[in-house]
């Protein structure tokens, strides 16, 4: 198996930005940091003084618990008739875009060997859980993408511990774009302003690496995130590779008490392709395996969590390219979209690409194999 690029991606501390400390050239110098990164490497690691290793660790905790429960439990929590945006998701029904999108193939088989994604065999073999963070607009039109969350029972801890990592994450990916906004040469709140009651969802996923250890198995098959920022905190296992604007392929690796943040197609929509959603995989690595190994030696749970939220501009807010953005020769491309009308726009465009493609769909619905809002959104780490 190929090994991914071993460089680092640079780590921001927000502390002195959420503090006001510093002179301003000094501040503006880590905005810029900020946006330069997340124009060539699609990522940023970032330590939020807001956001502790604990309470990482706490949120994984109660996530293991649940996603080792049987099946038949966890199933109670599913709402297919939602398309999955809220409750449980189970293995095999998130399609990874790669499988089925015939010109994305074409241009992986360009890419150099050494850079090239791993190839999935079928639905990616995770768990995922859907819950909302953040409150949601009264008047919308895109209710489906707003519902209720589900709680599954004898978890009495749940909502106290969903909201509590899901709103100090937000409150992170909140400063990060004011920074970033600050570093594109935009206004502080030229991103925030268009954040508010977005259909944000913190997103864990599930593996189990006792059924699914093998090296080489794809958790989350080659993909972009459809929403506007994605973050994460530290898993206990390995396994994410994200590729640079350069091409190049590297794996991340997350500092103890960071968290990563990806860029997503939202963004890159307000930015006119200056900022590009960022590619990534979730993979067995050697460096899984030997996690999985201590693992067993310490008689840990098997089961790899994802910390991850993804954080959407809300729903009826118009996407298009900002101030300068929108004098870009590619501002074309980006042509004025309800955020909400994007999504449905791109999942009606997978829909077709997943029911043309007769060796995973014989027949299947719409609400048994596309994800809702959050297909293409898949997870660290």
């Known amino acids: 198996m190929e090994q991914a690029n ?47 290793a604990e309470d990482n660790d706490r949120f994984i905790d109660m996530m293991e618990k649940y996603f080792q429960q049987p099946q038949e439990f966890k199933r109670l929590q599913e709402r297919p008739h939602l398309h999955y945006q809220v409750g449980v998701t189970p293995e095999g029904v998130e399609v990874p875009r790669s499988l089925v999108d015939e010109e994305m193939k074409e241009k992986l088989k360009a890419m150099p060997k050494e850079y090239q994604p791993s190839s999935p065999s079928g639905p990616d073999p995770k768990w995922r859980y859907m819950w909302r963070v953040g409150p949601r607009p009264k008047i919308t039109r895109f209710k489906e993408l707003n519902s209720e969350p589900v709680i599954p029972e004898g978890f009495p801890e749940w909502k106290c511990t969903m909201d509590s990592w899901g709103y100090k994450i937000v409150s992170t990916i909140e ?167 994007y999504v449905e726009q791109e999942l009606a465009d997978i829909n077709l690409k997943v029911n043309s493609s007769k060796s995973l769909c014989k027949g299947a619905k719409y609400d048994c194999i596309i994800n809702s809002l959050f297909l293409l959104c898949s997870t660290l780490r």
Request: charged share 20%; with cysteine; hydrophobic share 40%.
């Open 175 to 341: 400063s990060v774009a004011e920074m970033a906004a600050i570093g594109f040469g935009l206004s502080k709140d030229a991103f925030t302003s268009l954040m508010q009651q977005g259909p944000h969802l913190l997103a864990p996923t599930g593996s189990d690496l006792r059924r699914y250890g093998k090296e080489g198995t794809v958790f989350a098959g080659y993909h972009y995130d459809l929403n506007f920022l994605t973050i994460h905190g530290r898993s206990r296992f390995p396994g994410l590779s994200i590729w640079l604007r350069n091409g190049l392929k590297m794996e991340v690796k997350v500092p103890v008490g960071c968290l990563l943040i990806q860029a997503g197609k939202q963004i890159e929509w307000l930015t006119a392709g200056e900022c590009m959603a960022g590619m990534h995989e979730v993979v067995v690595t050697n460096r899984t395996t030997d996690a999985i190994k201590r693992a067993l030696e310490q008689k840990c749970s098997l089961w790899r969590v994802s910390s991850t939220l993804f954080a959407h501009i809300a729903s009826d807010a118009v996407l298009k390219p900002l101030g300068h953005f929108s004098d870009s020769p590619l501002a074309s491309k980006y042509p004025p979209i309800c955020a909400g009308e």
């Open 6 to 52: 071993s460089m680092e991606l640079p780590v921001i501390d927000l502390a002195p930005y959420l503090e006001g400390k510093g002179l301003d050239s000094e501040i503006k110098s880590v905005c810029l940091e900020v946006s330069r990164t997340l124009v060539n490497s699609g990522a940023l690691l970032v330590k939020d003084p807001r956001c502790t």
